[in-house]
């Protein structure tokens, strides 16, 4: 479902908003996903912003953004809002990654070209996807943690 998403800094007001608006099309409970990116050596920046940066930004101008940085890390931020129409829960996960130097693979994605997360072990995002390896279960299996405690959490509502 396509749901116009609210701008801002706090990932957290993104999803829920996403949520709620995705509940009041449905009128079912829901679960949705939102993902930022923080980069420490630039403060955080690009959070929430990412998908308008990657239409603005070519990877080699991700490359010169970073060119500077010695702290090279860089965080994939996983939100899940579940919301019920009375009530929305947050659950939040970073997946750890580094900025690459030159940009690698060729899925059109400018970010996916100049990050490498450390379950890849090396590989930048974008050879992940050229070699149909974004699905693999033991890859997935390290970056889950946001699902597995809405998992938890849904169980123990449940019962």
């Given at each position: 479902?396509?749901?116009?998403?609210?701008?801002?800094?706090?990932?957290?007001?993104?999803?829920?908003?996403?949520?709620?608006?995705?509940?009041?099309?449905?009128?079912?409970?829901?679960?949705?996903?939102?993902?930022?990116?923080?980069?420490?050596?630039?403060?955080?920046?690009?959070?929430?912003?990412?998908?308008?940066?990657?239409?603005?930004?070519?990877?080699?101008?991700?490359?010169?953004?970073?060119?500077?940085?010695?702290?090279?890390?860089?965080?994939?931020q996983?939100?899940?809002?579940?919301?019920?129409?009375?009530?929305?829960?947050?659950?939040?996960?970073?997946?750890?990654?580094?900025?690459?130097?030159?940009?690698?693979?060729?899925?059109?994605?400018?970010?996916?070209?100049?990050?490498?997360?450390?379950?890849?072990?090396?590989?930048?995002?974008?050879?992940?996807?050229?070699?149909g390896?974004?699905?693999?279960?033991?890859?997935?299996?390290?970056?889950?943690?946001?699902?597995?405690?809405?998992?938890?959490?849904?169980q123990?509502?449940?019962?």
């Amino acid at each position: 479902m396509d749901i116009d998403e609210i701008q801002g800094e706090d990932p957290h007001k993104i999803v829920t908003r996403k949520a709620e608006d995705a509940f009041k099309v449905l009128q079912k409970p829901v679960l949705v996903t939102d993902d930022s990116w923080a980069i420490p050596g630039l403060r955080g920046f690009p959070g929430a912003y990412m998908k308008s940066m990657s239409h603005w930004l070519t990877a080699e101008d991700f490359i010169r953004l970073t060119s500077h940085l010695d702290d090279r890390r860089i965080f994939v931020q996983q939100h899940l809002a579940f919301h019920d129409g009375t009530e929305t829960v947050v659950f939040d996960h970073d997946i750890p990654g580094q900025l690459l130097r030159e940009p690698r693979g060729f899925v059109e994605e400018p970010v996916f070209r100049v990050v490498s997360l450390d379950v890849d072990h090396g590989l930048s995002l974008a050879e992940i996807y050229d070699a149909g390896k974004e699905h693999e279960p033991n890859r997935l299996r390290q970056s889950q943690h946001a699902w597995r405690a809405f998992a938890a959490w849904y169980q123990r509502r449940a019962a």
